[in-house]
Each structure stands twice: as C-alpha cells, then as structure tokens.
Antibody
Framework: QVQLQESGPGLVKSSGTLSLTCAVS?????????WTWVRQPPGKGLEWIGE???????NYSPSLKSRATISVDKSKNQFSLHLRSVTAADTAVYYC?????????????WGQGTTVTVSS | EIVLTQSPATLSLSPGERATLSCRAS???????LVWYQQKPGQAPRLLIY???SRTAGIPDRFSGSGSGTDFTLTISRLEPEDFAVYYC?????????FGGGTKVEIK
C-alpha cells in the first residue's frame, strides 16, 4: 500500500522559505508516476502547485513558478517543495500526492496534509 | 491556462435526494483528462472519477460522471449521509493542471 507523509516546519516567517518533504513508502519515486504538490488556504479550494518526474522533469503553476522548486531525492525515496519569499497568502494546508497511470487520470494517492502558517 | 467553473457553489439537499454538480471549462477538455474528487473536513481529497465517467476502485455506483468538451457533470443518484462533502473537478491534460472552485453538498 502506497503511503505519503508530509513533513516540515509548521511556522515560517514572512519573506522566508517554506520547505516541505514528502516521504514515500510502498512505492519508489523512480517509478513511472508524477509526484505532485497541492495546497489549500484556510476555508478555500485546492490549488495545484506543481509536479515532478523522477527524471527531474517538472511543471509549475504560473503563479508560483518564480518562487517554487520541486525536487526528488531518490536515495531517500522522497520529494520536496521549496517556496521562497513567502507571505501570509502562502498560509495553507500543503498536500503531496502521486499521480495515477496514465498521468491524466488524476491523483490517486494523497498524504494527510501539513499545515503551514506564515507569520509576520 | 484552463479555468474550471463549478456550480452551484453550495447544494442543499436531503439524504436520498439526487445531486447534480456542474463543471464548466474555459476551453475544451478531453474527456480522458477530467477527474472528480471528494473532500471531507480535515481530510485529503479522494479521487472519485477519472476520465470523466470511470469510477475509481471502491467508489459506489451511486456516483456517476458524464460530459464532454467544456461541460461535465457529477451525479450522486441518492445521497447517503457520508456523501455530504465538497467536490472538486480537475483537468489533468494541460499544464498547469487546474481545479474548479468546488461545490459543497450540505444537508438541508
């Protein structure tokens, strides 16, 4: 059974960098799936942040592309999100997820989510 | 970027009633690329429907999806108490992948 677990600081200072990791168990980040980050501000809808394939190929939301970096660590079987220059608008629950196969069949496996608050 | 507009924002219904949720795209989306999720409070989203009309494993057959082009629908034939939640559509065929704003199905 595939499981994803997000981890990282729950509190980040404004203008700082938000760094989260998603540990993968029951599968390999080198398998034929895209690995994704999604966030959800309090009381609001879902926002797709971006995705990465084990080859290093990645795609990002245009609104976050200048500040976000998603990377894969095959040795630790995990992938990460770094979001620079954060503001209060980046306060959200952050989810990692695994795409289905084929890629366009949606995200079938999700982590439980981790809450990140940006403080001034 | 493909914009998905879901309507209504809130649907107030009673258990046993039929729910019809709409997802409209700003440009044509392949049926193969349209999915639906269910999200309950405090939980991660759960994939319900892929390829517009195919249920994922374990999803009851009271959930059905349909549509093509720019108009897609999620139908819950008879609402069970556990179906009251927020539902999101997403297009997965064109980067950036985008979500609709969600429809909350609440108990009337």
């Amino acid at each position: 059974q595939v499981q994803l677990q997000e981890s990282g600081p729950g509190l980040v200072k404004s203008s700082g960098t938000l760094s989260l990791t998603c540990a993968v168990s029951g599968d390999s980040v080198s398998s034929s799936y895209w690995w994704t980050w999604v966030r959800q501000p309090p009381g609001k809808g879902l926002e797709w942040i971006g995705e990465i394939y084990h080859t290093g190929s990645s795609n990002y939301s245009p609104s976050l592309k200048s500040r976000a970096t998603i990377s894969v660590d095959k040795s630790k079987n995990q992938f990460s999100l770094h979001l620079r220059s954060v503001t209060a608008a980046d306060t959200a629950v952050y989810y990692c997820a695994r795409d289905s196969e084929p890629h366009f069949y949606g995200m079938g496996v999700w982590g439980q989510g981790t809450t990140v608050t940006v403080s001034s | 970027e493909i914009v998905l507009t879901q309507s209504p924002a809130t649907l107030s219904l009673s258990p046993g009633e039929r729910a019809t949720l709409s997802c409209r795209a700003s440009q044509s989306v392949s049926s193969s690329h349209l999915v639906w999720y269910q999200q309950k409070p405090g939980q991660a989203p759960r994939l319900l429907i892929y390829a517009a009309a195919s249920r994922t494993a374990g999803i009851p057959d009271r959930f059905s999806g349909s549509g093509s082009g720019t108009d897609f629908t999620l139908t819950i034939s008879r609402l069970e108490p556990e179906d009251f939640a927020v539902y999101y559509c997403q297009q997965c065929g064109s980067s950036p992948l985008t979500f609709g704003g969600g429809t909350k199905v609440e108990i009337k």
